[in-house]
């Protein structure tokens, strides 16, 4: 019996290790358990891929579920996290990633080449078997690689769902307070309904002037405008908050609660914030990743510099008129013109770009956790300022003109004048709430991912527009 030449036998011995290796296997979870883990640790929230009909079924009824109450911030993030399509989309990328990461792990198929010739009544039979041993030699790496590259989708998918779950929160809040705002600006409307109607007759009477019933005109004119931009802001407020929960037709009926949550009684302190975000930060964990990852890239191009193409083969070829020919056949590209410089000093360059983007990242970390805590703690003291000194210094003064009133001091017209600055200052304060939680929300996705750092800003311009209401 024909036996293959020595070597070659050795060389297959060797790559049984790695042919089993290249038996990779998809694991049936689409590499979805470190994103759903993120969600449990960082946010409480339970985290399903929508994958089959039954998965969807799931879904629907959890979420119904969640609707059957009015929503708090944590409903409306699980809802998001279960029904926002776009996050689902992005999970089946972690599947496309995985497959990639299965393929990349697993060995070529060889090939089996044969062809029959004849050249008049010689008849010739070619048979080949040819397996592309370059990949054998480059696959630990390889496997090493796109493992790496895997796992970085991973943290970005788990970012993206972070950040997701961060928006519905501020969205939450902005809805909460945009109903209570239209709720405010109704009762101004209607307090400036009844002074202009009220004028009106005075005036009748003649115990008005036509410029003092114009002045009361002129304010309820513009308390019909003002409710108008309170009921559009209330509208796309919650239409926003629609479309990251995902839902339509009968579900965007959803109830939100009558006011915003209370304010807490301390603030968070965290002296560590800028190590904590470090050790904890998806985007700067990601970009370690890339780093690590281009490095493992730089040394693959290193050791197939001079193996670009190199491929084994066995051949048996047959003929009727001459003996049986058999052997193998090795081909390597020879280095003459290309010896690999430009692809090393490529790798070298995006290796040192990784690098600074890297360190990039964490300069802006660092900074971004600092100016979200400076934010939530600034937004804090101001909405602390407004329950504890505004409000109710308008409600002692409104306190007080009502007994001035009810003593004839005053007239009617001074005490819905009081009654429109109160409402001025309760509503300025539930902006300032509104903003201490998306202020919160910030430094909360600060810690874990890239914010978007929309509370202190908006808490800065209530306070102007507060002090100019005043």
């Known amino acids: 019996m024909k036996t293959f030449p020595r070597s070659p036998r050795r060389l297959a011995l060797l790559a049984v290790p790695l042919l089993l290796a290249g038996c990779a296997s998809l694991d049936g979870m689409g590499g979805i358990a470190p994103v759903q883990d993120a969600a449990k640790t960082h946010l409480g929230a339970t985290l399903l891929p929508a994958a089959t009909e039954q998965d969807l079924d799931r879904i629907d009824q959890r979420v119904a579920e969640l609707l059957a109450q009015p929503l708090s911030a944590d409903s409306a993030v699980q809802i998001a996290l279960l029904n926002n399509r776009g996050l689902q989309a992005s999970l089946q990328e972690l599947g496309i990633a995985e497959a990639e990461m299965v393929q990349a792990s697993r060995l070529p198929n060889p090939g089996f080449s044969i062809a029959k010739l004849r050249r008049g009544d010689e008849r010739e039979i070619e048979r080949g078997f040819s397996f592309d041993l370059a990949h054998l030699v480059a696959l630990p790496l390889a496997r090493q690689v796109e493992g790496r590259r895997f796992a970085a989708v991973q943290r970005s998918v788990a970012m993206e ?6 928006q519905t929160r501020k969205a939450f809040y902005a809805a909460v307070a945009a109903e209570q705002t239209a709720g405010y600006m109704r009762d101004v409307r209607a307090t400036a309904d009844a002074g202009a109607e009220l004028a009106k007759r005075l005036a009748q009477a003649g115990n008005w002037t036509k410029l003092q019933q114009a002045r009361e005109h002129g304010f309820f004119s513009e308390a019909v405008l003002n409710l108008a931009r309170a ?12 479309r990251l929960l995902g839902l339509w037709g009968a579900q965007t009926a959803f109830a939100l609660p009558a006011r915003l949550p209370e304010l807490p009684a301390q603030p968070q302190d965290q002296p560590d914030i800028e190590q904590l ?3 904890s930060r998806l985007d700067v964990q990601a970009a370690k990743a890339l780093v690590e990852a281009t490095a493992k890239n730089l040394g693959l191009s290193r050791a197939t510099r001079f193996i670009n193409v190199l491929e084994l083969g066995y051949q048996r070829n047959g003929s009727n008129e001459a003996p ?3 052997g193998y056949e090795i081909g390597v590209e020879i280095p003459l013109f290309d010896w690999g410089d430009a692809r090393i000093a490529r790798a070298e360059g995006v290796y040192m770009q990784s690098v600074h983007r890297a360190a990039k990242t964490a300069v802006d970390a660092r900074s971004e956790v600092r100016e979200a805590y400076q934010g939530y703690r600034s937004a804090y003291d101001i909405a602390r300022h407004y329950r504890d000194d505004v409000v109710p210094t308008a409600k002692r003064i409104s306190d007080e003109n009502l007994l001035r009133y009810n003593g004839m001091f005053i007239s009617v017209f001074e005490l ?7 409402i001025a200052a309760v509503n300025a304060s539930i902006e300032a709430l509104r903003d201490f939680w998306v202020a919160r929300a910030d430094l909360d996705m600060a810690l874990v991912g890239r914010p978007g750092l929309g509370g202190a800003g908006t808490a800065a311009a209530v306070a102007g527009s507060a002090a100019a209401a005043h």
Do not use: F, I, K, P
């Open 161 to 166: 769902m972070l950040s997701l779950a961060d």
């Open 416 to 422: 819905l004048a009081d009654a429109r600055a109160q």
């Open 277 to 279: 975000a470090m050790a």
């Open 231 to 242: 009921e559009a802001g209330r509208v796309a407020a919650r239409e926003r908050l629609t």
């Open 324 to 326: 049986r020919q058999t």
